[in-house]
C-alpha cells in the first residue's frame, strides 16, 4: 500500500487506521483492521478477512446513501480492506438511533421490556471517551463543550442538523433492510465537519459493528457483532460462527443497492408546444431514477390514438403513472383516468391569460374519475414518485433525503440570516 500512495498516519483505532493521502489534498485513506472488539476493547480478538467484510460493508451502505442524497465522506474504494474518504475533523460523539428497546437501554431504563417499539425513533447520544465508557451525553453538554472542527462552532444549529440526519439516515436503511426481511433495531454513527468545505457530513464507517439486525425480527436470528459481545468464550469455532454473520451481512448490503421492482412514469403532452413543460417533469423524474416517456396524443382530436398508447403500457406489466400535460381544455386527464385503472396526474401548463378559467378544466372530474391535479412540473413527478416509493425502496430513500436537504437548507439559511442580523 505505502508503494502506491504517499501516505502519513494519522490515527489508529480498534478497527481501523487513518492515513492522510500526500497526493490528495483533502483525503484520507481509512483502512480496517482484522479485528473485532467488544466492551471498549475488554475483548478483543483477530478475525482473518474482517478488514475485507467490513470495508466491503461500508462502501455498499455509503453508496446507498450517497446515491439517496445523503453527504457522506465516503469518495471511492481503493482496494478490498480501504477507501478513500474527504479528510473531516471528527465530532467525538456516537449518535446512536433506535426502533427497538435492547441491549444497554434496557440497563439504563430499568422497567422497559426488550422489544418496546419506538415510535418516533429514540435518539441518544454518547461522548466518545473509553475510559469512562462512553457516557450519555445531552444537547446541553454538547452545547456547553463548546467543540470547534475545521473552524465550524458546534452549537444548536449543528446539533438539529445531526439530529436530524441521524433519523432520516436510520430510516433509509431501515426501508433498505426491509427490503431483505430484516429489521434494523439500532444503529451508531459519526459525523465530522469536511476540512475543505467545512460542513457536517456523515463520516467514519457503518458496518457490522455499527447495528443490530434480526431477520425476521427475531433476535434470535442476530447476525451483528452481539452475537460476539455474548459470546461466554472466544473459541475458534465461535469466531468462524461470527466470521459467517458477517459475511452473510455482507452478500445481503449488496443487495440493497438494486430494488426488484420496477416503474415507469408516461407523459403525455396534447401538443407538441407542451414540450418544455414535459421536459421539466421528465428532469425531475431521472433525479428520483424513475424512467420516463415522453409521448404526444390528443384525447380531443384523436381518442382512438390516446388509448391505444395507454394499452401499449398497461400491456407490459411495468407500474405505471401517467401525467397528462394539456392546456386549455383538459380532456386528455379526464379519459385516460376514465379508461385506466393506473394512476393518472393532471399536470396542465398555465398561461397568464386564460390559467385561472383553463384548470377548471383538470380540477371538476366527473363522478368515478380519480385523477389529481397539480400545477408545478417537479411536485407532478414527486408525487409520482411518492406512489413508486410505496414499494421501491430506492426511490423512497430519495425522497426521504430530499426531505432532509430541504429541512437543512432551511435551518442554515435561517442561522446565516440571524447571524447577519445579529
Known amino acids: 500500500m505505502a508503494a502506491e500512495l504517499k501516505l502519513v498516519k494519522l490515527n489508529e483505532g480498534k478497527t481501523k487506521e487513518i492515513y492522510e493521502l500526500l497526493d490528495r489534498p483533502g483525503h484520507v485513506l481509512v483502512q480496517s483492521k482484522d479485528q473485532i472488539t467488544a466492551g471498549n476493547t475488554v475483548r478483543r480478538d483477530q478475525m482473518e478477512g474482517k478488514a475485507a467484510i467490513s470495508n466491503k460493508t461500508t462502501g455498499c451502505v455509503f453508496k446507498l446513501l ?77 452545547i456547553e463543550a463548546k467543540f470547534c472542527f475545521a473552524g465550524l462552532n458546534i452549537g444548536q444549529c ?81 469466531l468462524q460462527v461470527v466470521k459467517r454473520n458477517f459475511q452473510w451481512v455482507a452478500e445481503r448490503v449488496q443487495l440493497l443497492l438494486e430494488s426488484k421492482n420496477s416503474c415507469r412514469v408516461v407523459v403525455l403532452m396534447g401538443s407538441i408546444s407542451d414540450i418544455g413543460h414535459c421536459e421539466k417533469i421528465k428532469k425531475a423524474c431521472l433525479s428520483y431514477g424513475i424512467p420516463c416517456v415522453l409521448r404526444v396524443t390528443s384525447a380531443h382530436k384523436g381518442p382512438d390514438e ?50 385561472a378559467q383553463d384548470i377548471w378544466s383538470s380540477l371538476r372530474m366527473p363522478s368515478g374519475l380519480g385523477c389529481t391535479t397539480v400545477l408545478s412540473p417537479d411536485a407532478a413527478a414527486q408525487f409520482a414518485a411518492q406512489i413508486f416509493g410505496l414499494n421501491n425502496h430506492l426511490v423512497w430513500v430519495k425522497l426521504r433525503a430530499s426531505m432532509l436537504n430541504t429541512w437543512i437548507s432551511l435551518k442554515l439559511a435561517d442561522k446565516k440570516l440571524q447571524e447577519c442580523t445579529l
Open 306 to 355: 390516446t388509448l391505444r398508447i395507454k394499452a401499449e403500457y398497461e400491456g407490459d406489466g411495468v407500474p405505471t403513472v401517467f401525467v397528462a400535460v394539456a392546456g386549455r381544455s383538459n380532456g386528455l386527464g379526464p379519459v385516460m383516468s376514465g379508461n385506466t385503472a393506473y394512476p393518472v396526474i393532471n399536470c396542465p401548463p398555465i398561461t397568464a391569460d386564460w390559467g
Open 66 to 142: 450517497q446515491e439517496a442524497g445523503i453527504k457522506t465522506a465516503f469518495v471511492e474504494q481503493h482496494s478490498t480492506t480501504a477507501f478513500v474518504a474527504a479528510q473531516c475533523e471528527m465530532i467525538p460523539i456516537e449518535w446512536v438511533c433506535r426502533r427497538i428497546a435492547t441491549g444497554s437501554f434496557l440497563k439504563r431504563n430499568p422497567g422497559v421490556k426488550e422489544g418496546y417499539r419506538f415510535s418516533p425513533l429514540k435518539l441518544e447520544m454518547f461522548f466518545k471517551d473509553d475510559a469512562n465508557n462512553d457516557p450519555q451525553w445531552s444537547e446541553e453538554q454538547l
Open 158 to 238: 449543528e446539533i438539529d442538523v445531526m439530529n436530524r440526519a441521524t433519523v432520516a439516515i436510520f430510516e433509509i436503511l431501515e426501508k433498505a433492510w426491509s427490503t431483505q426481511d430484516c429489521t434494523l433495531v439500532d444503529m451508531k454513527i459519526e459525523f465530522g465537519v469536511n476540512v475543505t468545505t467545512k460542513e457536517i457530513i456523515l463520516a467514519d464507517v457503518i458496518d457490522n459493528d455499527s447495528w443490530r439486525l434480526w431477520p425476521s425480527g427475531d433476535r434470535s436470528q442476530q447476525k451483528d457483532k452481539q452475537v460476539y459481545r455474548d459470546l461466554k468464550e472466544v473459541t475458534p469455532e465461535a
